[in-house]
């Protein structure tokens, strides 16, 4: 049973920073999936904001209103996914999860929340002004 559990929320002024950490446990990392990091802010839906093809590593995938200030990562050694968040707005406001898939998919889908069958608690990021 894969466990997703994430840390490293909290608040900052905009344009600060922060390194969200999702431990992730039970995955099959043979079976070329995605690890992806999806926001939820109140009142509106789950979005994507930054995934990782884990089949090679390399392919990696930003939301618009992130790229360019987020980096996604990942620590195998210790089974960990990273999002280090830097410039950070007000409109990044949300609570953050941690989410993966096991199988391949197209990479089209990567930013679909129904692509993903494994979910962790979320960590609250707040940007003030």
């Known amino acids: 049973q894969v466990q997703l559990v994430e840390s490293g929320g909290g608040s900052v002024q905009a344009g600060g920073s922060l390194r969200l950490s999702c431990e992730v446990s039970g995955y099959d990392y043979r079976r070329n999936g995605y690890m992806a990091w999806f926001r939820q802010a109140p009142g509106k839906e789950r979005e994507g904001v930054a995934a990782m093809y884990i089949g090679d590593g390399s392919g990696t995938y930003y939301a618009d209103s992130v790229k360019g200030r987020f980096t996604i990562s990942r620590d195998a050694a210790n089974d960990t996914l990273y999002l280090q968040m830097n410039s950070l707005k007000p409109e990044d406001t949300a609570l953050y999860y941690c989410?993966?898939?096991?199988?391949?998919?197209?990479?089209?889908?990567?930013?679909?929340?129904?692509?993903?069958?494994?979910w962790g608690q979320g960590t609250q990021v707040t940007v003030s002004s």
């Open positions: 989410a993966a898939r096991e199988d391949w998919a197209a990479s089209s889908l990567v930013f679909s929340r129904y692509l993903y069958n494994y």
